[in-house]
């Protein structure tokens, strides 16, 4: 039960990272995130499990799909819709526009059947007195690596250092000769692909549908309220508290109670904290 | 303070609300006409078209309701979830306790309000984004708590053969004849009532001292304090007044389609009536009303895309956020008074 929370927890820490970059570079939150790792599972699915692509090399290839998704979304809809917006509300009525327009596509090209793909690798490890499937320990050992490369990038390189820049002050960003367009571009891509890669590695646990994209962009938005929107350690920590919530609650309680309480528990949870468990007073 | 805020209102409204005032009047009294005389005597021998207005109808009446708490600056998505409180509220009691609709429909508006005003205070804390995706989460959570309602709701069977809406007498006299379902007839006249009542009720909300709060809560609310207005106080009765069009509308459907499931209203049905307000142009009363008529009419028309209904609607979103993001409306306005339509 605790090691499926931590296996959890650390895959959700990919996504709630994904939309974290994603809405602290561009104030833009990305409704389609569930979306975008529905597609990674479903890109798994296809170079994987039909046609028997090592899974490594089908990870890769999410990558690239979804980065090419980010990168033509910050592109084509959402750097044109804040240069002529005159409320607020229009880039996220778009980023749900966009939620849409993924998941009908999804529906209509992948049906609406449950998808699956054999086990990567075979085995169960035996930890005191429970079991790990050794496919579980896979996928968690991926998470971890991703995520800590993830962090590594955006403090140590000069992309990192740029992304960082552009969240704390676009105006200055521009001041210092950074291209705020491309690596704006750049971080929604990196944002998508993440949630992407989150797809490909669950995946193999859970299987995927075109519907779960609503779903997965639903806990994604829990994991950065509770933990505080635009912040990364914030993210991971909603991502941890989400996923051992979830691991106990399917554990002790029947169907879909779990997700009942946990909104609840949310609800209550902002009205003591709106800003989350380490965000900034705000408003 | 206060006083700054009444003199500062009449002056505003009256500069503005002028022109605003008779093309709205002009508009609905055209409006009324058509609802109520045109479209009974055109289409009055196709059932099926009566049945698509009569949807149209109570889907921009809720729009409606989105339409208020986007003038207090809040996306609300939770749209969805106070349409399945109120339509079940009216299913349990019409089926279990045989209480007649014409009781049901305004008690599951008023139950949907008091939760809609119990849920909102600590939600309306919550701005902009945080909003969203709170209220996002609770269509969600709604639809999940009617799922495992067990014998109240019924769990994923849904409420059926909910009883048509019956007699009405007052002094011994029928004033409205029993409704049946082979007959739309009746439900286009109540629908059409609602939305009647509904837009002028919201109409002379947004033209009195009320609309002009609510529009100053969107703009900067520190400064609505600042010249003390109850913030707080504002925002829940503007949520509590769209909860209450949803549920009535929600009641209006269960009676109309006779069931209720859990999956009546999930988040798409939240960000349809988004798209309806959108569309339309968030900027003005008639918004919802045009981009819902103008949706599901059309839709019902082109049978052969039905299939792609959802995958069109996310397009045309995005297509009019790129190309229109004031709405249809802000074309009709632009061309006639030649001049930009004010962003406030």
């Known amino acids: ?283 | 303070m206060d006083q700054a805020t009444d003199n500062r209102c009449p002056a505003t409204a009256g500069e503005a609300g002028g022109s605003l005032f008779s093309w709205q009047a002009l508009g609905f009294t055209g409006f009324l006409l058509l609802v109520f005389v045109g479209v009974p005597v055109t289409f009055g021998r196709l059932p099926y078209f009566i049945t698509v207005l009569t949807n149209a109808a109570v889907l921009s009446f809720i729009s409606l309701g989105v339409w208020i708490t986007f003038s207090i600056g809040r996306m609300n998505l939770a749209q969805g979830a106070f349409a399945l409180v109120g339509g079940y509220v009216t299913a349990i009691l019409a089926t279990r306790y045989g209480i007649s609709f014409w009781v049901c429909l305004p008690l599951s508006g008023l139950v949907s309000a008091v939760l809609g005003a119990l849920i909102g205070w600590p939600m309306l804390r919550l701005k902009g984004v945080y909003f969203a995706m709170t209220t996002l989460s609770l269509t969600e959570a709604i639809r999940l708590l009617a799922l495992n309602g067990g014998d109240v709701t019924k769990g994923a069977t849904g409420i059926v053969n909910v009883p048509p809406p019956g007699t009405i007498w007052i002094f011994g006299r029928m004033v409205v004849p029993p409704f049946s379902s082979a007959d739309p007839m009746p439900y286009y006249f109540l629908a059409a009532g609602m939305l009647a009542l509904g837009l002028v009720a919201v109409w002379r909300l947004s033209n009195s001292r009320l609309g002009w709060v609510f529009r100053s809560l969107r703009q900067n609310e520190d400064l609505a304090t600042s010249i003390g207005i109850n913030v707080a106080k504002y925002r829940v009765m503007a949520f509590s007044l769209c909860c209450f069009m949803a549920g009535t509308g929600g009641a209006f459907f269960v009676a109309f389609q006779q069931n209720i499931y859990p999956s009546t209203y999930t988040v798409a049905d939240s960000v349809n009536f988004l798209l309806y307000c959108f569309l339309g142009g968030l900027d003005y009363l008639f918004g919802p009303i045009v981009g819902a008529f103008l949706l599901v009419i059309s839709f019902e028309l082109l049978h052969a895309i039905q299939d792609y209904q959802a995958l069109i609607y996310g397009a045309l979103m995005i297509f009019c956020m790129l190309c229109l993001p004031n709405g249809i409306l802000s074309l009709r306005l632009r061309r006639f008074d030649g001049r930009r339509n004010p962003k406030a």
């Open chain 1, 1 to 283: 039960m605790l090691l499926n929370g931590v296996v959890l927890a650390v895959n959700y820490a990919l996504i709630a990272l994904g939309i974290t970059l994603i809405f602290s570079i561009m104030n833009i939150l990305n409704f389609a995130h569930g979306q975008m790792f529905m597609i990674g599972g479903f890109v798994v699915y296809y170079l994987y499990g039909l046609f028997g692509v090592n899974y490594f090399a089908s990870l890769v290839a999410v990558v690239a799909v979804l980065g090419v998704i980010g990168w033509c979304f910050e592109k084509f809809f959402f750097q044109r819709m804040r240069k002529m917006a005159t409320r607020e509300e229009n880039s996220m009525l778009l980023a749900v526009g966009t939620a849409l327009l993924l998941e009908n596509l999804a529906l209509s090209f992948f049906g609406e059947k449950q998808r699956g793909v054999p086990p990567v690798v075979s085995g169960v490890f035996k930890i005191g007195d429970a079991f790990l499937p050794a496919g579980r320990l896979l996928v968690m050992v991926l998470a971890l690596v991703l995520i800590v490369g993830l962090l590594l990038f955006v403090q140590y390189t000069k992309l990192g250092r740029a992304l960082r820049a552009l969240a704390q002050d676009r105006e200055v960003t521009y001041l210092m000769g950074v291209n705020v367009d491309r690596i704006a571009a750049l971080g929604f891509a990196l944002g998508a692909a993440l949630a992407g890669l989150a797809g490909g590695l669950l995946m193999t646990v859970f299987g995927i549908n075109s519907g779960v994209g609503t779903v997965y962009s639903i806990k994604a938005f829990i994991m950065i309220m509770i933990g505080g929107a635009g912040i990364v350690p914030g993210a991971i920590l909603g991502a941890v508290v989400l996923g051992f919530a979830e691991a106990i609650g399917y554990a002790l309680l029947p169907g879909s109670i779990t997700y009942l309480l946990i909104f609840v528990g949310l609800i209550v949870f902002l009205l003591f904290r709106p800003q989350g468990l380490m965000g900034k007073p705000w408003g």
